[in-house]
């Protein structure tokens, strides 16, 4: 498990895995995206430490935990509106356009790869998406425009236009099942790349985390990009150890 810290080094590093690969799957986390102004859930001070997610059990128990649940969704848009894709967002979209990188799986909620360009049959979003909402019984899609002026007027949580059952921001919430298609998804992913390059997360979140694994049992070769320490570090071929920004910017083209 090289570690490299040196910027040249890094970008060195990821070109020649680049070059050599014929199949990259780009794993992303949280820490992509605190580029584009989103703060990530781990990092010291980070909003989510005030508006923490509400466990799924708890969200479908009660009225009062399903608008508190709400009500720091609503604070947390606000923590990241106006984020826009970042330079990493903009290169992987660069990769997949030019078939460079097959698969996009994230488990960001943020939508910042789609708004980068990467289309949806290239992406697997493993724990939802956070800018609509569904209804957990019937799955209706609400808008969250929709949602929001009614909620912040009643102080009540809301409830499905179709079959009154609650609705909730179109994540994955910890306790909930994973989507099972996006699941599938991303196993095919994972054990068809012979790159598969990590980028901002912590992957202590399961089963998500799984996939690092998986991908690198299948064969691929494993570069993981982190400011910090990962528990996957000893199965990586290069850690880069650094911000994600400088060490994929232009990297689009390889
Ligand atoms: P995490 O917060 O646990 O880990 C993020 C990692 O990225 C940390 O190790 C941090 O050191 C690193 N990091 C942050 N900024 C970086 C940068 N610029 N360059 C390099 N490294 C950087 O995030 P996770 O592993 O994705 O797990 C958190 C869960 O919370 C996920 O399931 C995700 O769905 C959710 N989440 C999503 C968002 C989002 O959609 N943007 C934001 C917060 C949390």
């Known amino acids: 498990m090289p570690v490299l810290t040196d910027l040249a080094a890094q970008r060195k590093a990821l ?29 010291p001070g980070s909003a989510w430490t ?16 399903r608008a508190e649940a709400w009500r720091r969704k609503f604070a947390m848009d606000d923590v990241s509106a106006g984020a826009k894709p970042a330079t990493a967002h903009i290169e992987i979209a660069e990769l997949v356009r030019r078939g460079r990188c097959t698969r996009v799986v994230t488990q960001n909620i943020d939508d910042l790869h789609a708004r980068a360009g990467v289309p949806h049959e290239h992406l697997v979003e493993l724990h939802g998406n956070g ?6 019984s019937c799955g209706t899609r609400h808008e969250l425009a929709d949602v929001r002026p009614l909620f912040e007027a009643s102080g009540q949580a809301p409830q499905c236009r179709e079959c009154g059952a609650p609705v909730k921001s179109a994540t994955v919430s910890f306790g909930q099942a994973m989507p099972k298609h996006a699941m599938q998804r991303a ?10 390059l990590v980028l901002g997360s912590s992957l202590v979140v399961f089963p998500a985390a799984s996939f690092v694994d998986l991908a690198k049992q299948a064969g691929a070769r494993l570069v993981i990009i982190n400011r910090e320490p990962t528990g996957f570090d000893d199965l990586a071929d290069w850690v ?11 990297l689009g083209a390889y």
Do not use: Q
């Open 50 to 65: 005030v508006n923490k997610p509400i466990p799924y059990d708890a969200f479908v128990a009660s009225p009062e935990v």
């Open 131 to 136: 800018t609509y909402a569904a209804c957990i």
């Open 187 to 196: 196993a095919k992913a994972a054990t068809s790349c012979d790159l598969f």
């Open 15 to 43: 070109i020649d895995e680049m070059t050599m690969a014929s199949s990259i799957v780009a794993f992303t986390g949280a820490g992509i995206s605190t580029e584009a102004g989103i703060p990530d859930f781990r990092s």
């Open 240 to 250: 880069l150890r650094g911000e994600i920004g400088p060490v994929i910017a232009g």
